[in-house]
């Protein structure tokens, strides 16, 4: 069953509903236990998010949409002679984290016979529910800012997914595509928003299983997770996914995690520092961090809550601090797009203020790909 977080009314799997009738978020009860498998009995598993299969939505094999994703290598960086550990999960197939999340969710909609899907995107989770869509034959269409990029958009199209432009901000880029979906009543196409759809956080979740497991396995398990954050789903499925592994015995806390926003467009730092536990839509600047610029996110006081409740904080980094921290980062061999080194930003500016030291462990998590960010580097090097 669907569940609305705001009302509490229930909706059945299938009924093809992205949103509550009170316009409230959907979240998805799991009739079965949620179960992370023990270290052990993972040995064998394959190496991608369905290794965590028992604490995902239940599908049927022949629904399973996958590419492998997941199980994404963490590094370790040096700065001031503090290490820092980072995953990279832009190593998912088509660039992004959000692969996770969509293997998920185009697999459950596959399951309730969803045919044709459209999302709104300029970037990463268009290309990699084009992709997914593309590998379970469903019809796909992206809807995007008429001012976005050419290059951003070959990757979808590559896909074989179609472009819709839309005049305007990426509000009424999203408000465009739910009229598309709504105004489609054969029940076939769907409004498949990675913003939305409770099922791409259940695979985002997963995110949290690994860093548990690499961590236990390595001994390396962090006491702070570092996450950008634009609508927050990386901070929430992490916390949820840490949750469930707290509840079931196999983690003592959840990391303290500490999220962030580019200070051009922070609506949840700005909430965090009012003492607020609801964010308020804000009118944001242009920033080089294009893939967290986002003025009003759909779960906001549930990231506020995530942050509060693992004793974490929420930064702001400025234009500059990512610029220079993905250049360095780029002399280092990891090549990430800018919204990523927002991460590397703030846990220099922790190791600065010495809030992290050489005794704490903290991994951030790098997001996306350079490869999505060519025009940019193209014009600083
Ligand atoms: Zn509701």
Same mark, same amino acid.
């Given at each position: 069953?669907?569940?609305?977080?705001?009302?509490?009314?229930? =909706?059945?799997?299938?009924?093809?509903?992205?949103?509550?009738?009170?316009?409230?978020?959907?979240?998805?009860?799991?009739?079965?236990?949620?179960?992370?498998?023990?270290?052990?009995?993972?040995?064998?598993?394959?190496?991608?998010?369905?290794?965590?299969?028992?604490?995902?939505?239940?599908?049927?094999?022949?629904?399973?949409? $996958?590419?492998?994703?997941?199980? $994404?290598?963490?590094?370790?960086?040096? =700065?001031?002679?503090?290490?820092?550990?980072?995953?990279?999960?832009?190593?998912?197939?088509?660039?992004?984290?959000?692969?996770?999340?969509?293997?998920?969710?185009?697999?459950?909609?596959?399951?309730?016979?969803?045919?044709?899907?459209?999302?709104?995107?300029?970037?990463?989770?268009?290309?990699?529910?084009?992709?997914?869509?593309?590998?379970?034959?469903?019809?796909?269409?992206?809807?995007?800012?008429?001012?976005?990029?050419?290059?951003?958009?070959?990757?979808?199209?590559?896909?074989?997914?179609?472009?819709?432009? @839309?005049?305007? $901000?990426?509000?009424?880029?999203?408000?465009?595509?739910?009229?598309?979906?709504?105004?489609?009543?054969?029940?076939?196409?769907?409004?498949?928003?990675?913003?939305?759809?409770?099922?791409?956080?259940?695979?985002?979740?997963?995110?949290?299983?690994?860093?548990?497991?690499?961590?236990?396995?390595?001994?390396?398990?962090?006491?702070?997770?570092?996450?950008?954050?634009? =609508?927050?789903?990386?901070?929430?499925?992490?916390?949820?996914?840490?949750?469930?592994?707290?509840?079931?015995?196999?983690?003592?806390?959840?990391?303290?995690?500490?999220?962030?926003?580019?200070?051009?467009?922070?609506?949840?730092?700005?909430?965090?520092?009012?003492?607020? $536990?609801?964010?308020?839509?804000?009118?944001?600047?242009?920033?080089?961090?294009?893939?967290?610029?986002?003025?009003?996110?759909?779960?906001?006081?549930?990231?506020?809550?995530?942050?509060?409740?693992?004793?974490?904080?929420?930064?702001? @980094?400025?234009?500059?601090?990512?610029?220079?921290?993905?250049?360095?980062?780029?002399?280092?061999?990891?090549?990430?797009?800018?919204?990523?080194?927002?991460?590397?930003?703030?846990?220099?500016?922790?190791?600065?203020?010495?809030?992290?030291?050489?005794?704490?462990?903290?991994?951030?998590?790098?997001?996306?790909?350079?490869?999505?960010?060519?025009?940019?580097?193209?014009?600083?090097?």
């Amino acid at each position: 069953m669907l569940y609305c977080a705001r009302c509490g009314l229930r =909706y059945p799997v299938n009924i093809g509903v992205w949103r509550c009738i009170c316009q409230g978020e959907l979240e998805y009860d799991n009739p079965h236990e949620i179960v992370v498998p023990d270290l052990n009995d993972l040995i064998p598993r394959p190496c991608s998010i369905w290794r965590y299969r028992e604490a995902l939505p239940a599908l049927e094999d022949e629904y399973i949409i $996958t590419f492998n994703e997941g199980y $994404t290598p963490i590094i370790t960086i040096k =700065y001031h002679d503090i290490p820092i550990w980072l995953k990279l999960d832009f190593l998912c197939p088509t660039g992004s984290y959000k692969d996770r999340g969509t293997s998920v969710m185009i697999s459950c909609l596959k399951q309730t016979g969803i045919k044709s899907v459209v999302e709104d995107s300029s970037g990463n989770a268009g290309a990699s529910i084009a992709a997914y869509a593309g590998r379970a034959g469903m019809k796909c269409t992206v809807f995007v800012p008429s001012d976005t990029s050419p290059g951003k958009l070959i990757q979808i199209r590559a896909y074989g997914a179609t472009i819709e432009m @839309v005049d305007g $901000t990426r509000q009424d880029v999203a408000k465009a595509c739910q009229e598309a979906a709504e105004g489609n009543h054969n029940g076939e196409t769907f409004y498949a928003s990675h913003n939305w759809n409770p099922f791409f956080l259940e695979g985002i979740k997963t995110l949290a299983y690994e860093i548990w497991e690499q961590g236990v396995r390595n001994s390396i398990m962090p006491n702070w997770v570092v996450i950008p954050a634009g =609508y927050g789903s990386c901070v929430l499925g992490a916390y949820r996914g840490f949750s469930d592994l707290v509840n079931q015995g196999k983690l003592h806390e959840i990391p303290r995690l500490i999220v962030v926003q580019a200070k051009n467009c922070a609506p949840v730092y700005e909430a965090y520092l009012r003492g607020g $536990t609801e964010v308020l839509p804000i009118h944001g600047q242009r920033t080089i961090a294009e893939g967290i610029a986002c003025s009003n996110p759909v779960r906001g006081s549930e990231i506020l809550h995530a942050v509060r409740a693992s004793g974490g904080v929420v930064m702001a @980094v400025a234009e500059k601090e990512i610029e220079c921290a993905a250049i360095e980062l780029a002399k280092d061999g990891v090549f990430v797009e800018p919204t990523s080194a927002v991460v590397v930003a703030a846990l220099k500016r922790l190791i600065d203020n010495e809030v992290i030291s050489g005794n704490d462990i903290a991994l951030g998590i790098l997001t996306g790909t350079g490869l999505k960010a060519t025009d940019y580097y193209g014009s600083r090097l």
